[in-house]
């Protein structure tokens, strides 16, 4: 049983990572992603085994550093990850259609004998980590063994999008990993694409409302500007081949 369900957002993983840095991401109105306070920007490809399913993320080549910079949020600025004003020429429709609800209040929980599970099946962003040592669900439903909890929070920790959090039963606790504040381009060699913005470390993101999506550890913006729960990541970049230039695809 999970005895702190509001363990997992700013007081406890997300809230060290703020502390180490201040930044945060503006959603602009049918622009882009205004990224401030330095935060990191670096290139990460997803690992897969002999099978096509996801085991590791490799860092790619870092962006230099800036107090300040623009993403493209629309996918087709011709000087991507950055803005270069194309979304102007395009009528880009950048309606942000999340939900601002908290994780907690729509995750579904499955508990298994050693940890629970949480699962908001809307943010996936079909990394494809969970299919590891046979799923990540039956891995919970047959946690009475130790090692499993690690490999379980491993995997979990894997997921870019935070739809999965591990739960440690006794203390009520989430089992995240500790990020520092940053920006990860993704890429997905296995699918041949390009994959959304990972946005690590508890870094707040604002609505070009000026409203506050709920702070996490791990959350994933589109940056392909097809996605049907924008500003979120929902996996439509590897139906739309969305690629941003990566050599390596």
């Known amino acids: 049983m999970i005895k702190n369900?509001?363990?997992?957002?700013?007081?406890?993983?997300?809230?060290?990572?703020?502390?180490?840095?201040?930044?945060?991401?503006?959603?602009?109105?049918?622009?882009?992603?205004?990224?401030?306070?330095?935060?990191?920007?670096?290139?990460?490809?997803i690992v897969t085994d002999d099978d096509g399913i996801s085991t590791e993320w490799k860092k790619g080549e870092s962006y230099p550093e800036q107090d300040t910079y623009a993403l493209c949020r629309c996918g087709g600025s011709k000087s991507k990850p950055y803005c270069d004003g194309t979304h102007v020429n395009e009528s880009f429709d950048g309606t942000e259609t999340a939900t601002k609800k908290k994780y907690m209040a729509r995750?579904?929980?499955?508990?298994?004998?050693?940890?629970?599970l949480t699962d908001v099946q809307d943010l996936c962003a079909v990394a494809r980590f969970c299919h590891q040592a046979g799923g990540i669900w039956r891995l919970?439903?047959?946690?009475?063994?130790?090692?499993?909890?690690?490999?379980?929070?491993?995997?979990?920790?894997?997921?870019?999008?935070?739809?999965?959090?591990?739960?440690?039963?006794?203390?009520?606790?989430?089992?995240?990993?500790?990020?520092?504040?940053?920006?990860?381009?993704?890429?997905?060699?296995?699918?041949?694409?390009s994959g959304p913005l990972w946005v690590k470390g508890g870094v707040p993101i604002?609505?070009?409302?000026?409203?506050?999506?709920?702070?996490?550890?791990r959350v994933t913006l589109c940056r392909c500007g097809q996605s049907e729960n924008k500003p979120y990541c929902d996996g439509t970049h590897i139906s739309c081949h969305f690629n941003d230039g990566d050599p390596e695809l």
Do not use: H, M
């Open 140 to 193: 919970t439903a047959e946690s009475d063994d130790p090692n499993d909890k690690k490999v379980a929070a491993r995997i979990a920790g894997q997921c870019s999008s935070g739809r999965l959090v591990i739960w440690d039963n006794e203390t009520g606790k989430p089992i995240e990993p500790e990020f520092e504040p940053s920006v990860s381009l993704t890429e997905d060699q296995e699918k041949e694409c």
């Open 107 to 116: 995750a579904e929980r499955i508990e298994g004998p050693g940890f629970t």
């Open 5 to 45: 369900k509001k363990g997992y957002v700013a007081d406890q993983a997300a809230g060290k990572a703020e502390e180490k840095r201040s930044g945060k991401i503006l959603i602009s109105n049918n622009g882009p992603y205004i990224v401030s306070g330095g935060l990191p920007l670096a290139k990460e490809y």
């Open 206 to 217: 604002e609505s070009e409302n000026g409203t506050k999506y709920e702070v996490r550890n």
